[in-house]
């Protein structure tokens, strides 16, 4: 297949901690705890892929299910010059929803994977050869700035997934002020938003009957096996996800199933037996909360749709 995208390599600027400092700082801390980015080397998004397949984990087919039926709406409301920037995969069938309905000229991919990233503009380059197809490897949780080009075409920024429930509030709020400055007056931000909802459903999607959400927490410590020195076993923790309702959100912990010490580029780490790494929060939005923090980081909030049971939100703000 033909070189069709246009790659811009944003990782010096935006480059953040290596894999061995986030994962030093993290162990050092009290309670142990790493960032969720973390779980997206190939492996990891190979298996979150497979996450949103199983049948549990509803936040994926149910935006589908909302943006296609919005898909027209949200076009006429980005307007006919509008071009389409996706924070995160290029790979979902969600951005081809849009992609098909607002028939944009150009189309920005941004993603910290580089392997996935090229293999899923690749694809869209090839399945939409009409397509202008920009990618570019960057942190997106850091500062960054559009490729030239892009700024000026009234872009329409697409972040589906609930992606901003992987930070904190008061981080979610600073990504979407940082997003409200990189986006030109006009510009649009739609944004997918997990729903608050009963505890059963929520803790049934992050505790799969086929074990995939275990095996993807627990390739964080395959990952630190494999990419650093570290004689760290994953058979010895466990995979544990609740709700936590007074923070409203998913916990994701890697448990020792034993006393132990761990060894990681020549430092050592002690878990006590039942002690536990926390590796994810999930927050989960009442649409009127979400609409508060998106109005604290500057954006009107222009449309909502929603499920028939209101399990998944989806936002259209604007700059
Ligand atoms: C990417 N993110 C929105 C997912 C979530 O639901 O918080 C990651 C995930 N973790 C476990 N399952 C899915």
Redesign the pocket.
Known sequence: MPLSVHFHDQRPQAAGRSLREEVLAGFAERPKTTP?KL?YDRRGSEL?EQ??RQPE?Y?TRTEELILARAAHDIAEIAGQDASLVEL?SGASRKVRLLLEAMHPASYLGIDISEDFLRTSTRRLAADYPWLEVHAACADFSRPMSLPDGFAGEHPLAFFP??????FDPEEAQAFLANLHELLPEGGGLLIGV?LVKDRDVLEA??NDRAGV?AA??LNLLERIRRELDSDIEPGTFVHR?FFNPADSR?E?HLVSDRAQDVEIEGERFHFTAGESLHT???YKYSAEGFRTLASRAGFCALALWTDPQALFSVHYLQR
Do not use: R
Not at 161 to 166: A, R
């Open positions: 969720p779980f979150f996450i949103c984990y936040p995160g997934g609930s992606s901003i429930g992987n997990d999607a992050y959400t993807f927490n996800a998913i994701m994810e929060n999930s």
